[in-house]
């Protein structure tokens, strides 16, 4: 399987020189094209610090870190903005979605921000919409909207430009259980159907079990002896490995 994300030997670091807080610790995995990769932790654990890396928002303090098969730290920051532009979509806990802009204007940003014409694409926009159950909602503004639809919306934006790889940071994690559910089976599907990569960090258990792959990270570090490989992940081994490494 080829790599859409690949991390070797990195490590993160924070603080000033000579009292330096380790983040990430020696982390290397590839995320595949085509995979759904799920990666649990507890709060502090270097998730957050991870997707950022794998983003091009901040740099390694050591390892590589290859996103369509380009070194980012070898990249000025120009290219990486747009390489990140070009290969990343995002899917957010709060969504992210500017209060200002309609359902239909905020799904054309990534088409926007890459210095074209949203109104060009407005049927391929209006069929992303229609295909998460949001069509009907173009014109709302974001607070006119549930959780679940304000999420639907933002997979559809991250789906507008095309990107191959999607970071998913906690999408459920301010939905109720149902709407959550939707969330994820909507994820796969995007995985499935439309060969994206999709990069997931959650807490949730049951949102993990959609994943093709599950890993853990514990302070900083990958622990590879508990991964879950699937398809079809039961739920119990998540809270089992999850118990197992006290998290």
């Known amino acids: 399987m080829t790599a859409s994300v690949a991390l070797q030997g990195v490590f993160k670091f924070h603080g000033p020189s000579g009292s330096q807080t380790p983040i990430l610790r020696e982390v290397s995995f590839e995320l595949g094209q085509g995979e759904f990769l799920c990666v649990m932790g507890p709060s502090g654990s270097g998730k957050s610090s991870l997707l950022h ?3 091009g928002l901040d740099s390694a303090s050591a390892g590589t870190i290859e996103l369509a098969g380009k070194n980012l730290e070898a990249l000025p920051q120009a ?3 747009r390489l990140r532009r070009e290969q990343i979509g995002f899917v957010f806990q709060f969504f992210n979605l500017l209060p200002n802009l309609n359902v239909l204007e905020n799904v054309g940003l990534p088409i926007a921000i890459r210095g074209e014409r949203p109104e060009r694409e407005r049927g391929k926009l209006s ?20 959780g679940g639809e304000m999420q639907r919306v933002s997979i559809a934006r991250a789906l507008a430009g095309d990107q191959p ?12 259980q149902q709407a959550g559910l939707e969330i994820m089976k909507t994820l796969r599907q995007v ?3 439309d060969g994206k990569s999709v990069l997931l960090v959650t807490h949730n258990p049951r949102d993990a079990a959609f994943a093709d792959r599950v890993l853990f990270l514990v302070d900083g570090q990958l ?16 809270h089992r490995t999850l118990a197992e490494l006290h998290i």
């Open 79 to 81: 290219e990486r903005t």
């Open 223 to 238: 622990d590879p002896a508990h991964a879950l490989h699937g398809p079809n992940i039961p739920v119990e081994d998540v």
């Open 165 to 176: 790889v999607l970071l998913c940071d906690e999408p459920t994690g301010n939905l109720s």
């Open 53 to 55: 890396l794998i983003a």
């Open 127 to 146: 069929g992303l919409l229609e295909r998460f159950g949001v069509g009907g909602k173009q014109r709302s503004l974001p607070h006119q909207l549930s």
């Open 191 to 193: 995985c499935d159907e």
